[in-house]
């Protein structure tokens, strides 16, 4: 079955950007999304195609990729950014795959 | 505003059933293909199961295979996740989701419904 690895978590001070990473074998060839978590509230969608940002979604997250490795950006993080973020692919075999989650503390 | 609104959890014994139930509001609920995502304690998002907008198809996770069914009724603007031969291995939140897009893309998420199985 198909995996993609996160680190399971990530600190950063407020104000600082953080990076979280999603490898996945062969990620290079499909599109990425991520997801952010709070327990209690529904979870949203903060990027698709890799890259690409809904509507509703600050400027401060970005998406990039590079080989099999894909990375949200969080650029002066704020303690509302405080999450378990998802990585997401569709793969034809397992269909959808999230990535294991990654704890973002803004410290 | 898109709502999607989860139902029917609760606590069951191991081997039982339980069927969970979604309730969009705020968009044409038969132009969209749904999903049903999980989150078992202290772990990470599951995709479950998903069905087409209009023709049907579903799809399963490995895990529920045979055992769960994914259903809707465009007419009642209802899903359904119908859960057969639960263990303990199934207890999690279960979220609703719609899906968009030609990969499906979860683009809004219900708050989840708590299922506790156990012997």
């Known amino acids: 079955s198909y995996e993609l690895t996160q680190p399971s978590s990530v600190s950063v001070s407020p104000g600082q950007t953080a990076n979280i990473t999603c490898f996945g074998d062969k990620l290079r060839y499909t599109f990425i999304s991520w997801y952010q978590h709070k327990p209690g509230q529904s979870t949203v969608m903060i990027m698709y195609?890799?890259?690409k940002r809904p509507s509703g979604i600050p400027e401060r997250f970005s998406g990039s990729k590079s080989g099999d490795t894909a990375t949200l950006t969080i650029g002066g993080t704020q303690a509302v950014d405080e999450a378990d973020y998802y990585c997401?692919?569709?793969?034809?075999?397992?269909?959808?795959?999230f990535g294991g989650g990654t704890k973002l503390t803004v410290l | 505003e898109v709502q999607l609104l989860e139902s029917g959890g609760g606590l069951v014994q191991t081997g039982g059933s339980l069927r969970l139930s979604c309730a969009p509001s705020g968009f044409t609920f038969d132009f969209y293909a749904m999903s049903w995502v999980r989150q078992a304690p202290g772990k990470g998002l599951e995709w479950v199961s998903a069905?087409?907008?209009?023709?049907?198809?579903?799809y399963y996770a490995d895990s529920v295979k045979g055992r769960f069914t994914i259903s809707r009724d465009n007419s009642k603007n209802t899903l359904f996740l119908e859960m057969k031969s639960l263990g303990a291995g199934d207890t999690a939140i279960y979220f609703c989701?719609?899906?968009?897009?030609?990969?499906?893309?979860?683009?809004?998420w219900g708050q989840g419904t708590q299922v506790t199985v156990s012997s």
């Open positions: 997401q692919v569709w793969d034809r075999r397992t269909q959808w795959v």
């Open positions: 989701a719609r899906l968009t897009g030609t990969t499906g893309l979860f683009d809004s």
């Open positions: 195609t890799d890259s």
């Open positions: 069905i087409s907008g209009s023709s049907g198809d579903t």
